[in-house]
């Protein structure tokens, strides 16, 4: 198990005016029934405030108007906080803003993606950290792949997920190798969310490179869960 790298809040201007609006503007959108109806969809892992996405992301251009680009610190800053609220809305901010300025964080930037992902664990924010901000990061920095090979043998289930899918939008730059050493080293995991994993993993690549992942599932379905083949093969023709 890799140890986590405790990450501290930096003090940032740029967090203190976001985090004012955001929770100005957020709140005052919500829907109490709708919130339950998205705790109950997310099955309780957090409450919700009963803001739509549609109508969240056009409130998050507003909070955003007129606002300077982020520094590594403000990223850092504006994530750990809205982290630090217990609605899952100031969550998805987060990854979306992150999203959007993952190129302007450097390497350094991996522990505080890491406490993201450790933080309040669910696939709908995990999945997006995993592909798009983790992803990004490496793909900035292949260096940081040895950190993926811990990442995939760790205890936490969500770690071992973001290291499956980190290379899910890699397309031919995927290192194949290793995204078939780490669906095999995990395939005997007992999580559905693993499993899944391994075979959207391999899906993905499946797209960019259908003969060698048929290939692969066919001479390893002896190992392979059911549902990771089934996900592997989905969208593959029978040769």
């Known amino acids: 198990m890799t140890a986590a790298v405790p990450v501290a809040v930096p003090d940032s201007s740029l967090a203190d005016t976001v985090l004012a609006r955001l929770t100005d503007a957020y709140p005052a959108a919500g829907d109490p029934f709708r919130a339950q109806e998205m705790v109950a969809y997310m099955k309780g892992v957090a409450p919700f405030l009963g803001v739509r996405t549609t109508e969240r992301r056009a409130l998050s251009r507003t909070v955003l108007e007129g606002l300077p680009v982020p520094d590594e610190a403000d990223c850092t800053a504006i994530a750990l906080r809205c982290f630090a609220l217990p609605e899952r809305e100031y969550h998805y901010f987060a990854v979306d803003y992150l999203r959007r300025h993952v190129r302007r964080c450097s390497s350094a930037f991996l522990p505080v993606a890491r406490t993201l992902v450790t933080t309040v664990s669910w696939w709908d924010t995990v999945d997006h950290l995993a592909a798009h901000v983790v992803g990004g990061l490496v793909a900035a920095d292949p260096a940081l792949a040895a950190?993926?090979?811990?990442?995939?043998?760790?205890?936490?289930?969500?770690?071992?997920?973001?290291?499956l899918l980190h290379q899910l939008r890699f397309k031919s730059a995927t290192d194949a190798e290793r995204l078939f050493s780490y669906c095999l080293l995990r395939s005997g995991h007992p999580d559905f969310f693993i499993r899944k994993a391994i075979g959207w993993s391999l899906r993905e690549y499946a797209k960019t490179s259908p003969s060698e992942v048929h290939a692969f599932v066919t001479r390893h379905t002896a190992t392979l869960s059911p549902l990771s083949t089934r996900e592997a093969l989905k969208n593959l023709t029978p040769s």
């Open 147 to 163: 950190r993926m090979d811990e990442w995939i043998a760790d205890d936490d289930l969500w770690v071992a997920r973001t290291a």
